[in-house]
Nanobody
Framework: QVQVVESGGGSVQPGGSLTLSCTVS????????MGWFRHTPGTERVRVAC????????DYPRSTKGRFTISRDDAKNTVTLKMNSLKSEDTGMYYC?????????????????WGQGTQVTVSS
C-alpha cells in the first residue's frame, strides 16, 4: 500500500521561509518524477515545483520560480521543498506526488495517492 506523508508546514510572516518534506512508503520513487502541489479552498490543485528522476531537471511556474527549490533523496525515498521569500498567495495545503513518468509533464498523471498534506499559512 502506497502512502505519502507531508510535513513541515506552519505559519510564517511574509518574507519568511519554510522547508517541507515528503516521505513515500510502498513505492520506490527513483523511477518517477516528483512534484509539489498547493491547494486552496475553491480552487484546483496547482503544481508549484517538479523534479525529474535525475534531480537535475526541475520545473517551476512563474509564481514560484526563484523562490522555491525542490530536491529529492531517492535513498531515503523523500522529496523536499524549500520555500523562501514567502508571500500571502503561497498560503494553502501542500501535497506531494509521483507522476507515472520520469520527466515533469505538462499534465500530471499521479502514480501515488494524495496524502493529508501540510498547511502553509503566510500572514502578517
Amino acid at each position: 500500500q502506497v502512502q505519502v506523508v507531508e510535513s513541515g508546514g506552519g505559519s510564517v510572516q511574509p518574507g519568511g521561509s519554510l522547508t517541507l518534506s515528503c516521505t513515500v512508503s510502498g513505492l520506490t520513487i527513483g523511477a518517477y518524477a516528483m512534484g509539489w502541489f498547493r491547494h486552496t479552498p475553491g480552487t484546483e490543485r496547482v503544481r508549484v515545483a517538479c523534479t525529474d528522476t535525475t534531480g537535475f531537471a526541475t520545473d517551476y511556474p512563474r509564481s514560484t520560480k526563484g523562490r522555491f527549490t525542490i530536491s529529492r533523496d531517492d535513498a531515503k525515498n523523500t522529496v523536499t521543498l524549500k520555500m523562501n521569500s514567502l508571500k500571502s498567495e503561497d498560503t494553502g495545503m501542500y501535497y506531494c506526488a509521483a507522476d507515472t513518468r520520469t520527466y515533469c509533464p505538462a499534465y500530471w498523471s499521479s502514480k501515488t495517492p494524495w496524502g493529508q498534506g501540510t498547511q502553509v499559512t503566510v500572514s502578517s
